[in-house]
């Protein structure tokens, strides 16, 4: 069974320029979320989807950051336009339905640095 | 809302040392604690989760945690480390009730020689 996936590993940008981020949940999963770290901090929450709809997204920082899952498949995380302070991994997790005692699997991440 | 506390930020063993991290979280409530490794060029990964009845909890690779209700505590120990245990560790809980998202430590980072 494939895991989640993330692209791009790797994305250098500079400041005002737009950039989006994928993940790929695990095939069945309705559950998918996005994580940030940045550097020196703990890992935080930014929002859940289940399936296509945004069921929180109180952790995201501001409207610079949107999020979309279409047809409640694969999400993408778009910064625009990007500042110094989103360089960070961003993770994206999936579980598979409604157990508040499902486990997450996380993706590798994607290591965003903003110029 | 909730918030986890791991008492050490990098940790230095050497081969067959014991181990042992912190890990305090404080929420009044009912949660479900858990532990993740993220191997170096890994994906974070579940090392062992403890959602209900023996407080002791067995993970992967030798890893074990113990959940001490009165204080707050969800510790993870192994008795002998390895090399190959060199990695950040992070400990994460969520509120047992419906949906509920991960809040994480700022991780230990744990490196091991040989």
């Known amino acids: 069974e494939a895991g989640v996936t993330q692209f791009p590993s790797h994305s250098v940008i500079e400041k005002g320029q737009t950039v989006t981020l994928r993940c790929d949940p695990i095939s069945g999963h309705d559950n998918l979320y996005w994580y940030r770290r940045v550097m020196g901090k703990e890992i935080k929450f930014l929002l859940h989807?289940?399936?296509?709809?945004?069921?929180?997204e109180s952790g995201m920082p501001n409207n610079r950051f949107l999020a979309e899952r279409t047809g409640g498949t694969y999400s993408t995380l778009k910064v625009q336009p990007a500042e110094l302070e989103d360089s960070g991994v961003y993770f994206c997790?999936?579980?598979?339905?409604?157990?508040?005692?499902?486990?997450?699997?996380f993706g590798p991440g994607t290591r965003l640095l903003v110029l | 809302a909730q918030s986890v506390s791991q008492h050490n930020h990098h940790v230095i063993l050497s081969e067959a040392a014991s181990l042992e991290l912190g890990c305090n979280y404080s929420?009044?409530?009912?949660?479900?604690l858990f532990w993740y490794v993220q191997y170096p060029g890994q994906h974070l990964q579940l090392l062992l989760k403890y959602f209900s009845g023996d407080p002791l909890v067995k993970g992967i690779k030798g890893f074990e945690a113990e959940f001490i209700k009165s204080k707050f505590s969800f510790n993870l120990r192994k008795p002998s480390v390895q090399w190959s245990d060199t990695a950040e560790y992070f400990c994460?809980?969520?509120?047992?009730?419906?949906?509920?998202?991960?809040?994480f430590g700022k991780g230990t980072m744990l490196l091991v020689s040989p």
């Open positions: 989807f289940v399936k296509e709809s945004k069921q929180d």
């Open positions: 997790a999936s579980s598979p339905g409604f157990l508040d005692q499902e486990t997450q699997y």
């Open positions: 929420y009044g409530g009912t949660v479900n």
């Open positions: 994460a809980v969520n509120v047992n009730s419906g949906y509920s998202t991960l809040t």
